[in-house]
């Protein structure tokens, strides 16, 4: 039985192979994709999130907008590494998957109330829309069966010195929804660095050959480029590492620990407070995951491109 899920991104280059490892995988129902405001302005990584379903051939799978900008922040694209519009690179085809008129949040409500089994909600960007349904409906979020998001850092971040991007860009957003209760697991940059798309990654998914994977070796030939000129290291290919875990479990290993989100620091305000140690002697509230086999990721990722269009 192929679990269901909704993918809340923020395409950006990782999060539309987060799009294309659910919708090529097998054991993966992907129900919905919502957007909202991250890597780049809400109209760039909606556009972007019909412009991955449009390249790869997924169609019916309803593409709805989010929120425009954080709770209380402002919208901060990360043009750094993404882009002016969030999905640098190759020339973007016009998309023909259309957008559903609802919003991020009706769709989630939606699909999650009507849902024969307990939906799995994946978010690979700011927690926003994730934030303000678990606020507007909390008899459906009862019903979620976990959230699964790429965000945060066990260690380092990469906006600064602590925070990580996604909960950095609406840390108020995240610590609604850690401390909503619904399971958790927070798929950090301690993991996701161990996903670097070096030069054999890409030329194993360009050789694949389709046009999701001739057009998917551009996408990272930009965003690993973008990040050696950043951080000096090839890119991390951070979003699908969330939806791999959802496929198997045994794709990386996890700890039950405390993490508390930080809002307030002027300097770390989003950084995730992860008390490997149990040092303050709060109650576990998260699954947090940490060593990740690297060739069953990409196995899984190169499987699930050379099954799209
Ligand atoms: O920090 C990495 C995260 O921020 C990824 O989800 C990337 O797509 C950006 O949203
Ligand atoms: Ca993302």
Redesign the pocket.
């Known amino acids: 039985m192929p679990t269901p899920i909704i993918i809340d991104c ?1 395409p ?1 280059h ?2 539309v192979f987060a799009i294309w490892l659910a919708a090529g995988n097998p054991d993966i129902d992907l129900l919905a994709v919502t957007t909202v405001s ?2 780049g302005y809400l109209e760039h990584t909606t556009r972007n999130a019909r412009v991955a379903c449009t390249v790869a051939g997924v169609t019916g799978v309803p593409v709805a907008a989010g929120a425009e900008r954080p709770l209380m922040r402002q919208a901060a694209p ?1 043009t750094w590494i993404h882009g002016d519009n969030a999905l640098g690179g190759p020339d973007l085809p016009e998309p023909t998957v259309p957008l559903d008129p609802r919003t991020a949040v009706q769709l989630i409500s939606d699909i999650v109330r009507e849902a024969p089994v307990p939906v799995t909600l994946v978010p ?2 700011p927690l926003t829309n994730i934030a303000t349904f678990v606020l507007a409906e909390p008899a459906l979020a009862a019903k979620v069966r976990e959230i699964v998001w ?2 945060g850092s066990t260690g380092r971040g ?1 906006v600064g010195a602590y925070p ?3 909960a950095w860009s609406d840390p108020e957003a995240a610590d609604i929804v850690v401390r909503s209760g619904i399971p958790f697991t927070m798929v950090g ?1 301690n993991i996701t660095h161990q996903a670097l798309v070096t030069d054999e990654v890409i030329e194993g998914v360009r050789a694949i050959g389709n046009r999701t994977a001739l057009f998917g070796a551009e996408l990272l030939r930009f965003f690993s480029a973008s990040y050696q000129a950043v951080e000096g290291i090839p890119g991390p290919l ?2 699908p590492v969330a939806v791999a875990i959802v496929i198997d479990r045994t794709v990386a290993t996890s700890v039950h620990a405390r993490l508390d989100i930080e809002t307030k620091g002027t300097e770390t305000a989003g950084a995730t407070c992860v008390d490997l140690h149990n040092m303050l002697r709060r109650e576990p509230n998260a699954q947090i995951a940490m060593e990740l086999d690297v060739e069953r990721f990409w196995s899984l990722v190169k499987d699930s491109v050379r099954a799209l269009a």
Do not use: K, R, S, V
């Open positions: 923020d950006g990782d999060d991250g890597n990360a690979t960007g790429m965000g990469n990580e991007f996604n940059l951070h979003d």
